[in-house]
Structure formats: C-alpha cells, structure tokens
C-alpha cells in the first residue's frame, strides 16, 4: 500500500455521528426520504470532487446525511492489500477494486452489500442493501460465505444539515431511485450514464460538458 491509505479502519466503533443518527432513526423517515437513492452529479456540479459521480444515499435525516460514492475506483489501494493488513488470507479469483467513497475520513473503510448477507454490525439502508464497518464480512469473503455482492470503499461523503438541500436548488444534482444492477454490477466508467438514463434523460444532451473525476 501506498500514499494516503497505509492504514484502513474497520473499526466498528468509530462510527461517525450521521451513522450513529441512523441506527437511532426508525420509522419517522419521510417518503420524499433520499435514503436508498441515486445522487447523481449534473454538469453544473461546482465542485471537481464530485463531477461524474454517482452516489448510493445511506443516511438522510434532518440532522444531516451521508453517502458513499459507487463509480469512482481507486488504484492507490487494492483488496488483496486490504486482506493482507488484516492478516486475512487473500480470496482466489477476481476482486473488485476499492472505491473512494467521499472526501471524508479517508482512514475509514465501508461495506455496501446485498442484503441477502446479514453481518453482526450494519445500518438498513433499504430491503436490498445494508452497510457496514465489521471486518467479520472480509473473513467471510475469504471463506466464501460474503454478501453476493458489494462494494469496499475508503471515505465517504457528508452533508451538514440543510447542506445537500441548497445543493440541489442550485442543480447541483439529480436524485432517482436506486437501481442494484448499477449499484453493483455496471462497471464504474458507465454507472453516471447508466444512472442519468435510468431517469430518462438523453444523454446527448449534455455533450461534452461532463468530466470524470
């Protein structure tokens, strides 16, 4: 491992306080709720972190919300190097690649995973995908028995209260249900496209104006 990420917390302890919210977080959740929803970067995004991104809403409440982006792969850091420093022996076959999930608390890692895997520690996101910060699931990967699918990432992203709200008054993003084919079997260079058809929107549209970050 190299740069920014020579030590990955799994530590299911060092939640942050939009997660810690969310466990408490039960029914009162609103229908027009983005918890479980697409947020998807529009050409007008300001901010060059965010351009080209997708991402899978985990928490959203009036205390804030939190989000993991899904298409934006990292090279700096592989799963095989994350198996080793948890002295976990590296699964044969194929791994996914580690994404960047956000700007926030790069020495952090999460599981987003199919719900058909139940870990000991995780937040309900939806009827479909959970997320979680126990290092059990990457011994379970290693024995075969992980969730069918789901997506490592280092970081997440994070918005103050009423922040994400200004940010969508100024199209800043599109918001559209999540769909688990993009989450988690559409390569990451085509999830954006993928998430913008999704709403019907033609893709022509926009040119060249989109960058990827």
């Given amino acids: 491992m190299q740069g920014r990420f020579k030590s990955v917390s799994l530590d299911k302890n060092r939640w942050h306080v939009a997660?810690?919210?969310a466990l408490n977080f039960t029914v009162e959740t609103k229908m027009d709720s983005l918890q479980?929803?697409?947020l998807i970067a529009t050409p007008q995004m300001p901010d060059p972190r965010f351009r080209g991104m997708?991402?899978?809403m985990c928490v959203y409440t009036h205390e804030g919300a939190m989000g993991i982006?899904?298409?934006q792969p990292t090279t700096e850091i592989t799963m095989a190097d994350i198996f080793r420093q948890a002295e976990i022996p590296v699964p044969s076959g194929k791994l996914p690649p580690v994404r960047m999930g956000g700007p926030v608390e790069l020495d952090s890692a999460?599981?987003?995973y199919s719900s058909d895997y139940i870990s000991r520690h995780y937040l309900v996101v939806s009827d479909t995908v959970h997320l979680s910060r126990d290092p059990g699931i990457l011994h379970d990967i290693a024995l075969g028995k992980g969730p069918k699918d789901y997506i490592f990432?280092?970081?997440y992203s994070g918005w103050a209260p009423?922040?994400?709200?200004?940010e969508l008054k100024v199209h800043g993003w599109l918001t559209a249900p999540a769909d688990m084919e993009i989450l988690f079997r559409t390569p990451d260079e085509h999830k954006w496209k993928a998430a913008i058809k999704k709403l019907g929107i033609d893709i022509s549209l926009f040119g060249d104006q989109v960058g990827f970050a």
């Fill in 69 to 71: 982006i899904i298409n």
């Fill in 110 to 112: 999460f599981f987003l």
């Fill in 54 to 56: 997708v991402l899978y």
């Fill in 162 to 166: 009423g922040q994400l709200e200004n």
């Fill in 153 to 155: 990432t280092v970081g």
């Fill in 19 to 21: 997660l810690r919210v």
């Fill in 36 to 38: 479980g929803h697409f």
